[in-house]
T-cell receptor, first 115, second 116 residues
């Protein structure tokens, strides 16, 4: 079975500051990892995903994440926060083989961006 | 192109009533998923359809929950004898492949269900 832990249910940063949202996973087999963003009253939008290959993954809106197998982590970063980044962010894992690609989500991190 | 659509966007029902939630996936997507998002439980997988295969129902919380996918396209999630703990946002997603991991799931806007 796989699981995801997101440290910090709420993160607040100043506009222009670094954004760091933490995600650690547990999986008995190699995982696929995802970050989704959810704006108020909307569905989930994929920011980026790690499947195979390069461990540093770049996504939309300037976000990136690095898969670190030794640390079982997939933290999300953005060098400079923008007011429009305020949203809830979810880390998710699915299995490489089997499992039908169903996602197991973390509990989410609400990002607040302040002037 | 058109994304995943869900209807209704909001549903208020009385405890004990049955409800049906609808999902229209992206055309051509063979895999369809239902998830539930609630304050107490976060985002949970409910059920998964892949082509003509038997659905994976392992996430359904009780036998009051069921789902169908007709003609490999539209899906309906039915909750019978609703309870207050069923109040949540029900999200549908589709993917053009589902047999192995790593394929992007496209989410609909969700149906907010409130059981009074």
């Amino acid at each position: 079975a796989q699981s995801v832990t997101q440290l910090g249910s709420h993160v607040s940063v100043s506009e222009g500051a670094l954004v760091l949202l933490r995600c650690n996973y547990s999986s008995s087999v190699p995982p696929y990892l995802f970050w989704y963003v959810q704006y108020p009253n909307q569905g989930l939008q994929l920011l980026l995903k790690y499947t195979t290959g390069a461990t540093l993954v770049k996504g939309i809106n300037g976000f990136e994440a690095e898969f670190k197998k030794s640390e079982t982590s997939f933290h999300l970063t953005k060098p400079s926060a923008h007011m429009s980044d305020a949203a809830e962010y979810f880390c998710a894992v699915s299995l490489v083989t089997g499992g039908g690609n169903k996602l197991t989500f973390g509990t989410g991190t609400q990002l607040k961006v302040e002037l | 192109g058109a994304g995943v659509s869900q209807s209704p966007s909001n549903k208020v029902t009385e405890k004990g009533k049955d409800v049906e939630l609808r999902c229209d996936p992206i055309s051509g997507h063979t895999a369809l998923y239902w998830y539930r998002q609630s304050l107490g439980q976060g985002l949970e997988f409910l059920i998964y359809f892949q082509g003509n295969s038997a659905p994976d129902k392992s996430g359904l919380p009780s036998d009051r929950f069921s789902a169908e996918r007709t003609g490999g396209s539209v899906s309906t999630l039915t909750i019978q004898r609703t309870q207050q703990e069923d109040s949540a946002v029900y999200l549908c997603a589709s993917s053009n492949r589902g047999l192995a991991g790593g394929h992007e799931q496209y989410f609909g806007p969700g149906t907010r269900l409130t059981v009074t």
